[in-house]
């Protein structure tokens, strides 16, 4: 049954990958074309233009890949000034022998490859980081930046007015074959050259088209350190449920006690045809699309709560 989730703020291309996988074509090529059009639009403020820069006011973007039926990964991370990102983890997917580039060598690459040096800093998101940083620096900070230690600005970091959000495609086509498509700016103000889990196969995204995929939006450095994503899918190879393949993954993220901790979203779909997402801890409520073959358009959905 060909299907596709993603979250609240995949409008700008949900319905193009509908359309393409209704056509027939591919979960990841149908994905990766939808994904470039929630990268581009402006008021999606998470992702690709409309994303918030790290602490030095300069975009970088991460994304990943995987296809479940050879479990082929590609991905990027804290890549500047290009866009679609999750296009350019294709293209790692594709034609290198590598999984995963980032910053500079990314860039190259991507020159290689014929994408445009793009001018990805919003000007809103320009303003609101340096009104945000400057309320952290003391005067003599402000007098030597972006010279000074970036560390100790860590409360910008975990700004709780900017809430953490990546887009995430995770779609079954007609030949059965799930795949996943991830693209984030990550946290706003992070620190430059910060990773988030969107890039990291396993953490956040995962697939395997015998038993499923999932995909994890909030806070990546809770994922990668339980392997949230694929935790789910080896579950499920071990014959759990999706429900319960959740289930342990949020009992995992609960262990933890040290470190930053705050919210985590989980995305995740079966080889039967299942779909979940499940809300840890975020204190907004959480909203998906989904559509399947058997619906008539796609719905926005609510997440439960774990
Ligand atoms: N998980 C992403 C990260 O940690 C951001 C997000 O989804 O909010 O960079």
């Keep these: 049954m060909k299907m596709l989730l993603a979250n609240a703020e995949a409008w700008p291309g949900f319905d193009t990958t509908v359309g393409l996988l209704k056509q027939g ?9 939808g994904i470039a059009k929630v990268e581009r639009e402006a008021k999606v403020r998470s992702v690709g233009y409309g994303g918030w820069p790290n602490m030095l006011g300069e975009m970088e973007f991460d994304a990943g890949v995987m296809d479940g039926a050879t479990r082929d990964v590609g991905a990027v991370g804290a890549v500047p000034a ?21 910053g500079a060598g990314a860039r190259r690459f991507a020159s290689e490859r014929g994408f445009a040096v ?5 000007p809103d998101s320009k303003r ?9 620096m003391s005067p003599e900070q402000l007098a030597a930046f972006p010279d000074i230690a970036l560390a100790p600005l860590s409360n910008a970091i975990t700004d709780p007015e900017r809430v953490r959000d990546t887009t995430v495609f995770l779609g079954r086509d007609a030949t059965d074959n799930i795949g996943v498509v991830t693209s984030t700016s990550g946290w706003a103000w992070k ?3 910060r990773l988030g889990d969107s890039p990291i196969p396993g953490a956040g995204f995962y697939a395997d088209s015998r038993y499923g995929a999932a995909a994890c939006t909030h806070t990546g450095e809770m994922t990668m350190r339980c392997g949230t994503s694929r935790s789910i899918v080896l579950a499920m190879r071990l014959g759990y449920s999706l429900q319960d393949a959740i289930k342990l993954a949020v009992e995992e993220l609960s262990e933890l006690k040290s470190g930053f901790l705050a919210g985590v979203v989980i995305h995740a779909i079966d080889a039967k045809g299942n779909h979940q997402v499940v809300n840890y801890r975020c204190e907004e409520e959480i909203r998906y699309w989904y559509w399947d073959e058997r619906m008539a358009a796609p719905e926005l959905r609510v997440a439960a709560q774990a």
């Design 25 to 33: 074509g591919a979960s990841i090529a149908a994905m990766v074309s």
């Design 128 to 136: 609101v980081w340096w009104e945000r940083l400057q309320k952290e």
């Design 82 to 102: 290009t866009l679609p990102v999750s296009a350019l983890a294709y293209e790692v997917m594709q034609h290198l022998p590598h999984v995963m580039l980032t």
């Design 118 to 122: 793009d001018e990805v800093l919003h």
């Design 191 to 193: 620190y430059p050259g």
